[in-house]
C-alpha cells in the first residue's frame, strides 16, 4: 500500500524554522514527482514548492530563499525546511507524488498520493 506520513509541524515565532519530513512507504520518492502544499485557515489548498524527478524547479517568490525542498538518499523521505517563517506561512502542510505530472506543478489535481497532513503555526 502506498503511503505518506509528514511530520515535524510545530509553533513557532516570526523568524524561526522548522523542518518537514514525508516518509514514503510502499514506494520510493525515486522516479515520482514530489511537492508540498498548503491549506491556510479559510483558503483552499495551494503548492508551496515541487520538486521534478528530471528537472530543476524554481521556487516561487513566496518562498524563494527561505524554504528548501530536498529528498534524502533512500529516497524515502521528502523535507521542506522553512527558514525565516512568516505568519502567513501558517497553515497544514501536505506532501504529495505523482509517476508523472507537469512541469513542477503546483496543481493539486496533478498529484495521485498525499499524506495527512501537518500543522505549522507561526506567530507574530
Known amino acids: 500500500e502506498v503511503q505518506l506520513v509528514e511530520s515535524g509541524g510545530g509553533s513557532v515565532r516570526t523568524g524561526g524554522s522548522l523542518t518537514l519530513s514525508c516518509t514514503a512507504s510502499?514506494?520510493?520518492?525515486?522516479?515520482?514527482?514530489v511537492a508540498w502544499f498548503r491549506q491556510a485557515p479559510g483558503k483552499e489548498r495551494a503548492g508551496v514548492v515541487a520538486?521534478?524527478?528530471?528537472?530543476?524547479?524554481t521556487y516561487p517568490d513566496s518562498v524563494a530563499g527561505r524554504f528548501t525542498i530536498y529528498k534524502d538518499y533512500s529516497k524515502t523521505t521528502l523535507y521542506l525546511q522553512m527558514n525565516t517563517l512568516k505568519p502567513d506561512d501558517t497553515g497544514m502542510y501536505y506532501c504529495?507524488?505523482?509517476?508523472?505530472?507537469?512541469?513542477?506543478?503546483?496543481?493539486?489535481?496533478?498529484?495521485?498520493?498525499w499524506g495527512q497532513g501537518t500543522q505549522v503555526t507561526v506567530s507574530a
Open positions: 520538486l521534478d524527478r528530471v528537472r530543476s524547479c
Open positions: 510502499g514506494f520510493i520518492f525515486d522516479g515520482y514527482d
Open positions: 504529495a507524488a505523482a509517476l508523472s505530472s507537469p512541469d513542477c506543478s503546483l496543481n493539486e489535481v496533478d498529484y495521485t498520493h
